[in-house]
Structures are given as structure tokens and as C-alpha cells.
């Protein structure tokens, strides 16, 4: 059919501008085409070849997301209603009056002496460099606890990146490398993905490795206990017991050390500590008959696996949330290095290990403070979910203003702990696009802009690639970008503060920075590795350009660790210690075993070679952990606290008496991406029913039928969804999609139901000691008709 609009008066766009579409971390380009200041349409930048044009069907809910019925447009001050309530009253106020009760509140917090009572939380649709701005706020105050979305997301991969090979980050790009004109990701002939559901979670650079993978005949191999969009394309699919991918990893490694498979060459001259680890293997007897018993994966599968993925070269690791959200994620994913670093699989085009949601690919700097800020003592224990306890227990120390850009109240484990918490909480500011849960329990409500409405630089996959974004629209009410709330709030405890001069906070908070542009620029001249990525460059380009790039002649760095003159001057442009080093390590080569990685770990409970737990409420009785009631600082993330454990203590299966079948959350889809994405029409109308996945023969043994309703339960509480009979999923295993909640109105429309958040099953205080993830992957439950 010819296209209509051609040469409508009305649809022919008078502007089309760049934005991105901020739903996963593809982070795609969007062109959108405008009339009046309206948009049009939404498509995708053709000239970008790893994009290649493509969209997948949530980037047009951006324009859903600006202009929505349900949106907050104005500050909110609570006037009644008992916190939590979702008939409690807010009314308007200005911004100046809604940042000076802020003001005043945590002012008097630290002047009582209880600025570690005052805390932020992050998320990762914030535009780069909010959080520099959150630090800076509150190194001033003198409260240590700004914490990130890492725990939610990935920060176990990254923790673990940096102890083995000296950067968090994943370690190869997407298309071609500027520096040595080859394809990077897209040439590897080997792909292991490990709890990865690409083709639902990252489906345009999914789609990119797939059409490399015509051209090369790599091998895809996907890991996970149930069938998905991914595993539909995959030569194999491996589908192991929930939460024992760290045993499925020690099986191969043990294989490929012990049969002679590894990389003698690379091992000798690049890897520490091989001798100690292979030993080390073979004196657990971490074989993969040993595997198979624990994972439920035979031993053949493990073995073959293993000769497949050392004897193909290059082959590239891929993991996303389904490694991070378990017990053992940190241990788990050191494993997955010391994979890449015997086989010599990183530092090359088309290998590495590519652990996803990286959210930003370094810290962004800002110029040092003129001022001596306040000692800060050691934050909370990593992972936000630590703020329940601090709140309710004052485990360690107690949590007295909470401000969050996030929804705790779907994303944290136990969420009937989390709702006491924040029902008890003095003084809690929630920032949002709508009255999502948390909101209800807010004293001060700020409305922020959506994607389409500010400018900045956003970043493509996870590949550390970062592009620039326009303003697409007008804003909608009085919302503001999170940049410039922080500067404004920075602002308002200046003219509050009794104790110190204004100066103390505003010379600190130029309003020059409420200019995305002159704050990108101050972060471009203060961190390492980014002299090259000016905002004239970043604007003048279709590709994305990759960090590090040390200056504007550098094409940016593809591959992490490429034995090659681009990289050791990126590296060095880091840390002018990094000179000549092609591991950013202290040895300068990956490090599996020292003496001194050991010393590090030890006092957390960990060790520098992996020893195998899981989760007490997989089946089977396995090793599991036991934590000590004390608190020591946190060997990985040193500015906080964390509780030592015992590795190895013994399990038990009488929790499984109850609860039979293992438990384990996620994405609803490809139309969803967090919460966010249920707050517009198409997100419910097309995947407004939360489907609990399940084997028909487990269903027909508890006499459910497809389309049944059903209760998902276990220790911790009960939630609610649609039973949908799956072959394609372990028989001992439900799987529950995550992200649904109670206040989420749009889905009204359509007749979808309310559902209380998955993470009401979830134990929170079964969790990675030392990067705070949350153990969302494995739960005891039980499955029983409505």
C-alpha cells in the first residue's frame, strides 16, 4: 500500500528529533517526528548498523509515558490519611515550598548528630550524572548512604569483573571495533548465555547477534530453567534447577582445567592462581558428575558443554538478572571470569564475559568541593532492601528520611516488611512519573520528566556506549528532570542551613548545571577516560561512542583488554598507573587466586576460589549459608557495612514439606521493562494478566487447569495470577512475572486485575553479603486453585 501520509498537510512532520527510548538497556535511538510540538511518530536510526533501524513494540509507549492522564504534573504535600492508604490526600504545593519541608527535615536530622538517618535510593531511568549529584548532596550533609539500583540490577557483575580482571564492565561491544575495523560481538563463534532471556529483555541487539550469527554459524547455547523467546532460537538449551548455575559453572570449569582444555599460552602468561584453582576443583571434587546432582543437568550435557564452549574460539559469556538476583551471584559470576581467563577467552573480539545492566559505564566527576565536608561513617549494608531492617529493627543503625526515585514497594524482596517499613518511616519523599505504590506512602510527592522531555546522554546497551539525546516536547505541568531537582534541593538546604553559609551548598551547585549541556561538559573534564566524549562529538554521530575514549582522536574502546595501542592508552587515560598494563589489576594480569585477594575476602566469609553454596530453599538439601549476627566493613564495597557468613553449612529440605515446587521471578514480556511500562494503555492491553508458568504435569497433580486462577504461595505471603500450562518449563519450578502492583490504575481500562507485587514471596534477608543482591531467582512455594 503507497503511504498516505506522504504529502499530508497534517502528518508530514515540521521537526524530527533524537531521543531514546529508556525501556531497556538497548537503549535504543528514537527519531521522533513532530507537528506543533506533537509527535507523530516514533522510528528507529537506520544508520546506526547494530540498530539497524529496529524498535521492539515498547518504544512507541514513550509518547504513552509523556502524555498520560495519570501523570504527576505537581509537587504534593500529604494533608491526610494514614501512610499507605491509598485514600490518603496530598495537595499541591510549589516546588520552593516542597524543597524546603525536604530541606528543613534532613537539616535537623544532622543537626541532632543523625545524618546517617537521612537516605536516598537511585534508579536506572535517571539521566546520567544524578547520582554524582545525589553524592555530592550528601557528602555534604554527611550521610554515607546514597545508594544506586546496582543491587536490584547488577552489581554483583561488575564487583566481580573488577576483582578479576581490575574494571567492572562488560568486557566487548556491539558492532564494529573503531580501532581495528573488525566486528566485535558479532564475530564470536561460541554463545553461552546464563540466565539471559535476550530475545525479550534486549531484542535489537539480540536481533544484531543474530544476524552475525547467519553470517558466522556461531553456536548459541541458553541456560535456563525455562523455555523462552531466546531458547525458541538457540542450537541448545540447558535447563537447569533454579539457583545452581554456580554448580552447573564449576562442573566445566573442573572438566576443562582437568582434561587439558584450557589455554597454556594465555594461563601462563596473563592468568594468577591457575595451579591453586585447579587443585582447588579437584580437592571440592567439583566434577560434573558432582553438577549434575546439584543442577539436575546430566553429566554428558555438563561435559559437553564445557569441550564445546573451550574448543570454539572466540565464544563470548552473555548473563543478565537470572545470575545476579541469586544467593551466590558474586561467587557465581567470579566463576564465569575465571572461565573467560583459563580459556583465554578475554581481551579478544567476540569473547569476554558480557554481564548485563551495567548502568553506567564509570563514575562521572565532578570538580572537587572548595569546602571540608563532615566525616561520613559506613553506610548500610549493601543492597537497599537493607532499609527495611535499619527502619523497622535498627539493624544496624536506624533509617529516619528515605527519599527514593524508584518503587521500593514492587522492587524489594518481602514486600509486606518493606510497606510496614515505610509505613513507620518519619519522613519519606518519593520522585515519580505516577502515584505508584510508594507514592501512597510519601510525605513530599515530586513529579519528574519523562524521556521524551529533557536532555542528555543516555546509554546504549550495555556495552558502554553512550550517545546524546534532544528534548523531544515540551514538558507536561511543572515536572522537572532529577538533575535539576538535586541542584534545586542542594539550593533549598542552602537558604535553610543555620549552620553553614549558603555558600557551603550553592557554590557547590552552580545553577549553570541545570544546563544538562554545561554539566556534561564539567563530567567530561573531571573523569578519566572521558576527554574524547564531548557533546559535539556525541551530537555529530548516529553510532554510539564507547567508554573509555581518552581524547577526541580515539575511536573508544570496544574490546576491554585488547593487546593492542588503542586500549593501553585508554587504559592508562584511566589511572596513568595503568601504564603499559593490559589487566587493570595490581599484577596487571587476571586475577583468579593472590594471597592477597584472599586476605580481602576472608573476613566477609568468602574466598578468592569459588566454594559452592545455594539457596536453602532449592530442593535437594544443598550447601547453603548462614549469616553472623555482627557487621563488618564490606571487603568488595568498602564504604559499607555488611554481616559476615559461613559458606558450605548444611541444608535442609524441610521448608519443601510445605512448599514443594521452587519459585522464581521475572519480566512479564517484552512489552514490559519494570514498572513503569504498566502505567500505559498498550502495556495492558497487551500484558495486563500476570501468567504463572507451570508444567503441565505439576499442574494436573494439583488439579489446575489452564486459565485457571490461582494463589502462588510461600513463607513469606501469597500473591495472585493465571495458571499457564507450559511443557517448556522444569516440572518442579513456577515461574511468576515480576513488576505487576496494586495501584497500577491503567490497566482499569481493560479489566486487567490488581495484583500485589511477586516480591511478597521473596526472603530478604537471603541475599549476596557482598554486593547486596537479592536472592529473587529461587523461593519455596506452592501452587493451589482460587
Request: glycine fraction near 10%.
Amino acid at each position: 500500500m503507497p503511504d498516505f501520509t506522504a504529502g499530508s498537510a497534517a502528518l508530514t512532520p515540521d521537526r524530527v528529533v533524537d531521543s531514546a527510548c529508556q525501556f531497556c538497556n538497548s537503549n535504543c535511538r528514537i527519531k521522533v517526528s513532530l507537528k506543533l510540538g506533537r509527535v507523530l511518530e516514533i522510528r528507529g536510526e537506520q544508520a546506526d548498523p547494530v540498530q539497524d533501524g529496529n524498535l521492539c513494540v515498547k518504544a512507541p509507549m514513550m509518547t504513552e509515558l509523556t502524555y498520560n492522564p495519570l501523570r504527576l504534573t505537581t509537587p504534593l504535600r500529604r494533608v491526610s490519611g494514614r501512610k499507605g492508604d491509598p485514600d490518603s490526600r496530598f495537595a499541591p504545593v510549589s516546588w520552593d515550598e516542597a524543597l524546603d519541608v525536604i530541606a528543613r527535615r534532613w537539616l535537623a536530622l544532622r543537626d541532632a548528630g543523625q545524618a546517617r538517618a537521612i537516605a536516598n535510593r537511585t534508579t536506572g531511568r535517571l539521566p546520567r550524572g544524578t547520582g554524582s549529584l545525589v553524592s555530592r548532596v550528601f557528602t555534604l550533609l554527611g550521610s554515607p548512604n546514597d545508594t544506586d539500583v546496582g543491587p536490584v540490577c547488577n552489581d554483583a557483575g561488575g564487583n566481580a569483573l573488577a576483582t578479576t580482571f581490575g574494571l567492572g564492565n562488560f568486557t566487548n561491544g556491539y558492532g564494529v571495533d573503531g580501532a581495528t575495523g573488525r566486528e566485535d560481538l558479532g564475530s564470536a563463534k561460541f554463545f553461552l548465555f546464563l540466565g539471559t532471556n535476550q530475545g525479550e529483555t534486549h531484542p535489537v541487539t539480540f536481533a544484531h547477534l543474530l544476524r552475525e550469527r547467519a553470517r558466522t554459524g556461531a553456536r548459541l547455547v541458553v541456560v535456563d530453567p525455562r523455555a523462552t523467546p531466546t531458547t525458541e532460537l538457540a542450537d541448545q538449551w540447558v535447563a537447569p534447577k533454579p539457583h545452581t548455575d554456580f554448580a552447573l559453572v564449576l562442573g566445566m570449569l573442573h572438566h576443562i582445567v582437568t582434561t587439558g582444555r584450557h589455554d597454556r599460552a594465555f594461563v601462563e602468561r596473563w592468568v594468577l592462581g591457575f595451579d591453586e584453582l585447579r587443585a582447588h576443583l579437584v580437592e571440592h571434587g567439583y566434577t560434573p558428575e558432582w553438577a549434575a546432582g546439584v543442577s539436575g543437568v546430566p553429566a554428558g550435557t555438563i561435559r559437553g558443554l564445557a569441550a564445546d564452549y573451550a574448543g570454539t574460539r572466540p565464544a563470548a559469556i552473555f548473563c543478565n538478572a537470572g545470575i545476579s538476583h541469586q544467593l551466590g551471584a558474586f561467587d557465581t559470576y567470579r566463576t564465569l571470569t575465571m572461565l573467560a581467563a583459563v580459556t583465554g577467552n578475554i581481551g579478544v573480539p567476540g569473547g569476554g564475559c558480557n554481564f548485563m545492566h551495567n548502568t553506567w559505564p564509570g563514575g562521572l566527576n565532578l570538580p572537587p568541593l572548595k569546602v571540608t565536608p563532615p566525616t561520613r561513617g559506613p553506610a548500610l549494608p549493601v543492597g537497599p532492601d537493607s532499609f527495611a531492617e535499619s527502619i523497622l529493627n535498627g539493624r544496624p543503625y536506624r533509617l529516619k528520611a528515605v527519599m527514593t526515585e524508584g518503587n521500593p514497594l514492587i522492587s524489594s524482596a518481602n514486600t509486606g516488611k518493606v510497606r510496614e517499613a515505610f509505613a513507620e518511616l518519619d519522613f519519606y519523599v518519593y520522585t515519580g512519573l505516577f502515584m505508584e505504590e510508594a507514592a501512597y506512602y510519601a510525605d513530599i510527592i515530586l513529579p519528574v520528566c519523562s524521556g521524551l522531555e529533557f536532555e542528555g546522554v543516555y546509554m546504549r546497551r550495555d556495552d558502554r556506549a553512550v550517545r546524546w539525546q534532544d528534548a523531544a516536547v515540551e514538558r507536561v505541568g511543572q515536572t522537572r528532570s532529577d538533575t535539576e531537582i538535586w541542584i534545586d534541593l542542594a539550593h533549598a538546604l542552602g537558604r535553610n542551613d543555620r549552620r553553614r553559609p549558603r555558600s557551603y551548598w550553592t557554590d557547590a551547585f552552580p545553577q549553570e548545571w541545570k544546563d544538562y549541556g554545561t554539566l556534561w561538559d564539567t563530567f567530561v573534564a573531571h573523569t578519566p577516560g572521558m576527554a574524547g566524549m564531548t557533546r559535539r562529538r556525541l551530537r555529530a554521530r548516529a553510532e554510539p561512542l564507547r567508554w573509555p575514549c581518552p581524547d577526541t582522536d580515539h575511536p573508544g574502546v570496544s574490546t576491554l583488554y585488547l593487546d593492542h595501542p588503542s586500549w593501553y592508552r585508554a587504559a592508562e587515560s584511566l589511572d596513568p598507573a595503568n601504564r603499559g598494563k593490559r589487566f587493570l589489576t595490581a599484577s596487571g594480569k587476571a586475577e583468579i587466586y593472590t594471597p592477597e585477594l584472599e586476605s580481602r575476602l576472608a573476613p566477609s566469609g568468602h574466598h578468592a576460589l569459588p566454594v559452592f553454596y545455594t539457596h536453602p530453599e532449592v530442593t535437594g538439601a544443598h550447601p547453603t549459608i548462614a549469616y553472623e549476627d555482627r557487621y563488618i566493613t564490606n571487603p568488595i564495597n568498602p564504604g559499607a557495612l555488611t554481616r559476615p557468613v559461613r559458606l558450605g553449612v548444611a541444608g535442609s529440605d524441610a521448608v519443601h514439606r510445605r512448599y514443594p515446587l521452587m519459585g522464581m521471578t521475572g519480566r512479564p514480556s517484552v512489552v514490559h521493562f519494570a514498572s513503569v511500562t504498566h502505567w500505559t494503555p498498550t502495556g495492558k492491553r497487551l500484558n495486563g494478566v500476570r501468567l504463572v508458568q507451570i508444567h503441565p504435569a505439576t499442574a494436573r497433580g494439583l488439579g489446575i487447569a489452564d486459565g485457571d486462577q490461582v494463589l502462588v504461595e510461600s513463607p513469606r505471603g501469597a500473591v495472585s495470577g493465571t495458571a499457564q500450562l507450559d511443557e517448556g518449563i522444569r516440572a518442579d519450578t513456577v515461574y511468576l512475572p515480576n513488576t505487576f502492583g496494586p495501584a497500577q490504575r491503567a490497566g482499569d481500562l481493560y479489566g486487567a486485575p490488581r495484583y500485589e507485587a511477586a516480591n511478597t514471596l521473596i526472603d530478604d534477608l537471603l541475599y549476596d553479603n557482598l554486593s547486596g543482591q537479592q536472592a529473587y531467582k529461587c523461593f519455596a512455594c506452592r501452587v493451589r486453585k482460587k
